[in-house]
């Protein structure tokens, strides 16, 4: 206990904690309670990764913060973000038992597991496997593709329908980005009206919306909440009983048609290890069916979201900016034209579209806290002691805006990542996926999508907020990821640019 106490008393300042609670509910105010209590205007209804970096003015770079009687300590800006996660990789890449997730995810799979020999083995499988079926080889290309050409017809007939008022993309782009992980992971695509699809997204997004934006939050602070009997808590077991039901279900099919000469996804690649490790006479594998059921939840929910509302922020900001827009359009007339199909090929001869994208991944950020880290041991670090258990929140949104690495972090400006001849360099503070071990597993996947999504989608149609309608917040809405707030577009078929200015 003596020991405790001295540790604590060298770590990062901060802000005061009060009784039981700590901070919670100054940075973490879930929008269940914000839209409640919470002040009513867009603009004052700040998200926790904005005060978190206010705070850093306050306190400095790393500060500490308390969740109940969880220590945080949060890490701004680039500097310190890369010496945590790039330089002391063996320290800071362990993931914390947080109660709402580890019911969940039990710590299995991927995303949450704890850092060690078992997630090694399970994170190197799924990346080579996913990497067999395509990545970086262009054979999920045509699948892609495949998923764009239904999306733009389903575009154009819904945007016909809507003229006026115009239309909500994140269902239609939600559904494309999906797609890709169902053919990866489970060789299958679906309609997004099909009702076996739709159960399981909004089974998903229920189950996340429950642990991140209700009280259930408040289970992290006091766990024995989980077990009542009524309300959201009750509904948490529901979702959780009945994305256990699904996920197996999928995993019964695929062994009882499983033939090992035509693995069809990574499902059969997974079930055919286990059965070689078995061979191999490893008994204490981490390779069981358990582990492959939360493998599957992890790459759904760490692979839909993000990529879709990635596209959603890219079209927004097209919106927001059509002298961007025109631009993105001209290169794309100029390299491709309106009828060819855009392959990966063609990313190197777009540099101003490439460059837009990332500046607006960059504005954006995704996942803006990342996934909360853990301390694995007790270290000195930057002059402060992090006692062991501590939860580690890389704030990568104040990387993306620190001005001691971008010029106007602010301003929305693409040609900050062109050099003179006008090719794209990447500056290393640009980590819209992360750094260090627990980088994005799907970094080269996400990519791949978000390149061939919006430049399909721009080449093909000009999208425009319905007339009179004020343009919408940037502010975005927090939840485990960062999402734009809902929009409506007018999309209009595109004419090819070079002949219409000729
Ligand atoms: C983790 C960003 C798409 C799979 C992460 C992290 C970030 C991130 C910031 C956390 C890094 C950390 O904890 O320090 C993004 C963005 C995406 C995207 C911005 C899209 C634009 C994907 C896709 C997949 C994926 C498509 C699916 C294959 C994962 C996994 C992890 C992860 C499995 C956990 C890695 C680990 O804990 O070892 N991602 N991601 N992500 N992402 Fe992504």
Known sequence: VRQKRRDLAKIPPGPPPWPLVGNFGFFFVPSFIRRRFGPKSDSADKNAMIALTEKAEVYGNMFSIFVGSQLMVVLNGYEVVKDALSNHPEVFSDRPDIPTVTIMT????????????????QRKFCHTTLRNFGLGKLSLEPCIQQGLATLKTELLQLSEKSAATGLNLAPLISNAVSNVICSLILGQRFHHEDPEFRNMLGLMDRGLEICVNSPAVL?????????????VFKELRQVEEDITA??????VKHRETLDPDHPRDLVDMYLMEMVAKQAAGEENSSFTEDYLFYII?????????????????????????????DKVQREID?????QRILSLTDKGSLPFTEATIMEVQRLTVAVPLAIPHMASETTEFRGYTIPKGTVIVPNLWSVHRDPTVWDEPDSFNPARFL???????RKECF??????????????????????TVTSLLQAFK?????GTPPPTLNGRFGLTLAPCLYNVCSQKESCHMCSHR
């Open 106 to 121: 039990k710590r299995k799979g991927i995303v949450f597991a704890p850092y060690g020999p078992v997630w090694r083995k």
């Open 219 to 231: 289970i992290n602070i006091f766990p024995l909440l989980y077990y009542l009997p009524f309300g």
């Open 246 to 251: 699904f996920l197996k279900r999928i995993i």
């Open 297 to 325: 939840g992890d790459l759904f929910i760490a692979g839909t979201d993000t990529t879709a509302n990635s596209v959603l922020w890219i079209l927004l900001y097209m919106v927001l900016h059509p002298d961007i827009q």
């Open 334 to 338: 100029e390299v491709v034209g309106v």
């Open 419 to 425: 050099d003179e001849e006008g090719k794209v360099f």
């Open 431 to 452: 980590i819209p996926f992360g750094i260090g071990r627990r980088v994005c597993m799907g970094e080269q996947l996400a990519k791949m999508e978000l390149f061939l």
């Open 463 to 467: 999208f425009s907020l319905p007339e």
